[in-house]
């Protein structure tokens, strides 16, 4: 299959980022070489005695001290402790500060290294960067996303395809709801949601149909039960909603709101974060399709947070990813392999 010319595009940045990167880095020491002269820089070169001078061998991981002549592991303490292959993950981290983030596949074949290996080195810079999304980002739901969820991954349900790992997380949420809303009033569920401040144009009954929806979709005759509104009301609420774009229709004619939701609070009330938002998920969408083509379930909050690290400037600048890892623990096998993404996806809104 022909290439498009954005994935043309790509393929000749991605091979000049490596030869520019390969005239710097040619070889594990080198990549060791370049932490020990930042950490150098930091002041962070010292023995446990306290002595700041020391001896090193080139390319080595070790120093020793010139007072009690004991050796100390300099990346001890650091993402990059026990770790092998640094020249492939300083490159990972070279190729993601020029908002170049590589595939395990394509790592493998960049720096020759094994599929397993690779892997374990996107992961890790993965979820050091989704460690750090402010509390102020947004929660979404898998809906938003579900037409990139491709691969299968071991949380996916036996015998199922990749959606199905997100349609249970949709009935666990709302079986969740639907017990916290039995025996509930219309007044109780639409004291939820700040309906007037979000759209004061809707007349009573959208207003209740509106406040109604919630991130887990419903039929016409789930909103006739909990609104108590006879279905030709409902009906021509929702056709009303639907063109003011603040709600969708799902197949098999179920209903959702086109959610934004604060991550400890009601719907905001700003229609122009529904735009930016819009703006930033269809760049994501894109973003997915040009490097991975689909992701599964399990690590679509690794994919959001690396998409986070490319699009939000005024976060990040050069060299603070580098020297994140630098301050960030080491994460062990286990921290890799039972990473899972939660019910809500994150992602903070920022302008692009």
Not at 106 to 127: E, P
Not at 265 to 276: H, R
Not at 283 to 312: E, N, P
Request: a positive charge; hydrophobic letters at 40%; glycine letters at 6%.
């Amino acid at each position: 299959m022909a290439k498009s010319e954005a994935e043309v595009a790509l393929d000749i940045a991605i091979k000049k980022t490596y030869r520019a990167f390969s005239r710097r880095v040619r070889t594990d020491g080198d990549a060791s070489d370049l932490i020990f002269k930042k950490l150098k820089q930091q002041k962070r070169i010292r023995c446990q005695c306290g002595c700041m001078k020391v001896q090193r061998s080139k390319g080595s991981r070790v120093f020793i001290c010139m007072t009690c002549k004991a050796k100390t592991y300099f990346t001890a303490g650091t993402a990059y402790e026990g770790a092998g292959r640094l020249r492939a993950r300083l490159g990972v981290i070279y190729f993601a500060e020029r908002n170049l983030i590589l595939t395990a596949s394509k790592v493998s074949q960049l720096f020759k290294v094994g599929s397993g290996t690779a892997r374990s080195i996107v992961l890790n810079q993965a979820i050091i960067l989704n460690e750090t999304m402010p509390d102020s980002a947004l929660e979404l739901t898998g809906q938003e996303v579900a037409s990139l969820i491709y691969r299968r991954s071991c949380e996916t349900p036996a015998r199922r395809p990749p959606i199905a790992e997100q349609e249970e997380i949709d009935n666990e949420v709302s079986q969740s709801e639907a017990c916290k809303n039995a025996g509930n009033s219309e007044t109780d569920f639409t004291e939820n949601v700040d309906v007037d401040g979000f759209a004061p144009d809707l007349s009573d009954a959208q207003k209740q149909v509106f406040a109604a929806l919630s991130n887990v979709s419903r039929s016409a005759d789930d909103l006739c039960i909990l609104t108590g509104l006879p279905a030709g009301i409902v009906g021509s609420s929702l056709v009303i909603l639907h063109l003011d774009n603040l709600i969708e229709e799902l197949p098999g004619g179920r209903y959702t709101r086109i959610t934004l939701r604060e991550k400890s609070g009601p719907l905001t009330s700003s229609p122009n974060d529904f735009a930016m938002l819009e703006v930033l998920l269809n760049a994501f969408h894109t973003f997915i399709k040009l490097t991975s083509k689909g992701v599964s379930r399990k690590c679509m909050q690794l994919y959001l947070a690396q998409f986070w690290y490319c699009v939000d400037k005024s976060r990040w600048h050069k060299n603070d990813l580098f020297n994140l890892y630098l301050d960030h623990a080491p994460l062990g096998h286990q921290d890799l392999r039972n990473f899972v993404s939660s019910n809500r996806l994150k992602l903070p809104l920022v302008s692009i």
